[in-house]
């Protein structure tokens, strides 16, 4: 169901809220707006920021649990994050990789390699995600560690 509009607006209220919260980095505060939001987001399952409630909200999850060690619990909620249907914008600019580089950090690399895959479901706005997912899964299988959150630069004229 779409959800009536006040349920609507209260999932963009708590998805701005939890924006705010994960800028500021109060992950404490950011894990309780994280569990409103993904209970919200069942209310308005038809919604187009349904999506990102779902992939946000096990993002900031996530992010919580490996602020307190919880290594295990940030890769559920890793591949949780990974499971959306998509939306507007995660189609066209791709996943939240915070969590992911994180992870990776840690040398958790099949946890990103399967969000990564998982997120080429959704991640389909032109060819670059496409090259950007290969690239990304190519230097982590070879033993190298790169930075998911940069623009990677691929040299040639039709970027």
């Given at each position: 169901s779409p959800g009536s509009p006040d349920e609507e607006q209260k999932l963009y209220d708590?998805?701005?809220r939890l924006d705010d919260e994960l800028k500021s980095e109060k992950y404490d505060n950011a894990a309780a707006v994280a569990l409103?939001?993904?209970?919200?987001?069942?209310?308005?399952?038809?919604?187009?920021?349904?999506?990102?409630?779902?992939h946000h909200g096990h993002v900031a999850l996530?992010?919580?649990?490996?602020?307190?060690?919880?290594?295990?619990?940030?890769?559920?909620?890793?591949?949780?994050?990974?499971?959306?249907?998509?939306s507007p914008q995660l189609n066209s600019f791709g996943p939240d990789r915070v969590l992911a580089n994180q992870l990776l950090q840690q040398g958790e690399r099949d946890a990103v390699i399967k969000y990564l895959e998982e997120c080429?479901?959704?991640?389909?706005?032109?060819?670059r995600p496409?090259?950007?997912i290969e690239f990304w899964i190519t230097k982590i299988k070879a033993g190298k560690t790169p930075n998911l959150t940069e623009f990677v630069y691929f040299g040639d004229s039709n970027e």
């Open positions: 708590l998805s701005y409103e939001l993904l209970k919200q987001a069942e209310c308005c399952r038809n919604n187009w920021d349904y999506g990102n409630a779902v996530g992010r919580y649990a490996l602020s307190q060690g919880k290594v295990d619990d940030a890769k559920r909620h890793l591949l949780e994050a990974a499971k959306t249907q998509g080429a479901r959704f991640w389909k706005h032109g060819d496409v090259r950007e």
